[in-house]
């Protein structure tokens, strides 16, 4: 099944930093636990992956280092900062009342 | 070069608006992107070409994903209007500060002596290397103060108006007075020229990407914004005024405007490592559009004039010098494209 593209663009914000909160990341490796954890529903576009995590950097919500690879070149990853951990909170509050109202209504209208 | 090279130098030179390093490390991102998707791609059995085609595909269109990312580093961002603010106003503070020193000793009047062979008098050939110097060194500034607008619109409108006031402070009293010319006109249709090249720009980059149709377009209207502005504003007000000083005018006009944009170009490629194709183009029409009409009215009035009997020296610089234009655009897009390709980061062997 595919994602519908409007719900992705919606909510990858949170993926993304709900993926960091567990651990600092690069891109490539983001896309890759998207798709795995999604079992492939979520492809997000590798291009437009990358507009986004800058604009959260710029946000502060992300701080971003170039690392050293044993044997191979750097790669710059992304962590969560405190003021991260927050948005990522807020958005969490705000997609569970979402999904929560939505529920309802669904509910609802299928009795 | 690899296909990979290929797209991060098109990536690259589409993150012109965005401050060098950020620029250069994104693009070291994006390489260390593409060449893992490529390497992933190649464990499954992929072909080498085949696994960088999909990983290029998958990372999207160079614009677009440039275009995005632009947007999304809006800090990086270097803000337009200050920047046309700041080149102007550090252009024309250096134009006046130079025209006063050189006004104030007569040393570099003899350096002009080079123009005498053109029929020209001392006093003019004074005022020539002035505005020159002024031209050169407003470029110089313009070029450290800001890049893509500058280039689009404020490089034109500078030069047309050093040249304008070139010919104002050459003319006598009683022909500024014929023919209506004041610096505040000067400055007024140097604005408009600058706002027209600004609506090419604009032009150039609302084209399809089809690369032969849009270069061709956007060379045509270039050129045909400066063949207007020039037989607007410069030609009509010549024409109330004596031929002989009208070859005077042009000849200082081909010297301050079409010289320094050929020279500029080179020192800018050198600074900016590449510029946008559609800047680029912008400047060349511009430069070609200058040449052709300076060319066109030398053919319509020097015919008829015995005045003009050397009009073929200034008909044949107008030519060489455009021909010089094109080849230095020629050389420069090579040379840049190799810089910017070496300018990126080294490849990640996985």
Redesign the interface.
């Known amino acids: 099944m595919k994602s519908d593209t409007q719900l992705l663009k919606g909510s990858v914000r949170l993926l993304i930093l709900r993926l960091l909160d567990r651990e600092p990341m690069?891109?490539?490796q983001m896309i890759q636990h998207l798709k795995d954890r999604s079992e492939g529903y979520f492809q997000l576009?590798?291009?437009?992956l990358?507009?986004?995590?800058?604009?959260m950097e710029?946000h502060r919500f992300l701080r971003a280092e170039w690392r050293d690879q044993e044997g191979?070149?750097?790669?710059?990853y992304y962590h969560l900062t405190a003021k991260g951990k927050k948005e990522l909170a807020r958005r969490l509050e705000t997609w569970q009342g979402f999904t929560k109202a939505v529920d309802l209504v669904l509910e609802a209208t299928h009795v | 070069m690899s296909d990979i090279d290929t797209y991060l130098s098109q990536l690259r030179s589409h993150l012109i608006d965005l401050d060098p390093e950020r620029a250069d490390e994104i693009v070291a991102e994006a390489r260390t992107h593409l060449e893992s998707r490529a390497a992933q791609l190649r464990a499954t059995g992929v072909g080498e070409n085949e696994a960088i085609k999909e990983a290029l595909a998958a990372f999207g269109d160079p614009p677009q994903v440039a275009q995005d990312l632009v947007q999304g580093n809006a800090r990086h961002r270097r803000p337009a209007a200050l920047r046309a603010v700041g080149a102007f106003v550090t252009s024309f503070g250096s134009g006046l500060v130079l025209s006063f020193l050189l006004g104030a000793g007569s040393a570099l009047s003899r350096a002009g002596t080079f123009a005498l062979p053109a029929g020209l008098d001392s006093e003019s050939t004074t005022t020539i290397v002035k505005w020159v110097a002024y031209c050169c060194i407003a470029l110089l500034t313009g070029i450290v103060g800001g890049r893509r607008f500058w280039w689009i619109a404020g490089l034109p409108g500078v030069a047309m108006i050093a040249t304008g006031l070139l010919v104002l402070s050459a003319l006598p009293e009683a022909i500024r007075a014929e023919a209506g010319l004041s610096p505040l006109r000067i400055l007024l249709s140097g604005a408009l020229f600058t706002a027209m090249m600004a609506g090419v720009g604009w032009l150039a980059s609302r084209l399809p990407r089809r690369r032969a149709l849009s270069t061709a377009i956007t060379i045509i209207s270039g050129s045909v914004v400066s063949l207007i502005w020039v037989g607007l504003v410069v030609f009509a007000v010549a024409a109330s005024i004596k031929v002989e000083d009208g070859a005077r005018w042009y000849f200082g006009y081909l010297l301050a405007t079409v010289t320094p944009v050929i020279v500029a170009l080179l020192i800018a490629g050198h600074r900016d490592r590449f510029l946008s194709r559609e800047v680029f183009i912008v400047a060349l029409s511009g430069l070609c559009g200058l040449g052709l009409a300076c060319a066109v009215s030398l053919a319509v009035w020097g015919g008829s004039h015995s005045a003009l009997r050397h009009t073929w020296r200034p008909l044949a610089m107008a030519a060489l010098l455009c021909i010089a234009g094109l080849l230095a655009s020629i050389v420069y897009t090579v040379w840049t494209h190799r810089t910017a390709t070496a300018s990126l980061p080294p490849a990640e062997s996985q």
């Not at chain 1, 576009?45 to 437009?48: K, N, P, S």
């Not at chain 1, 191979?72 to 710059?76: D, G, L, T, V």
Request: net charge neutral; hydrophobic share 15%; charged share 30%.
């Open positions: 690069y891109g490539y576009g590798e291009g437009a990358y507009p986004l995590l800058h604009e710029e191979r070149p750097q790669r710059r």
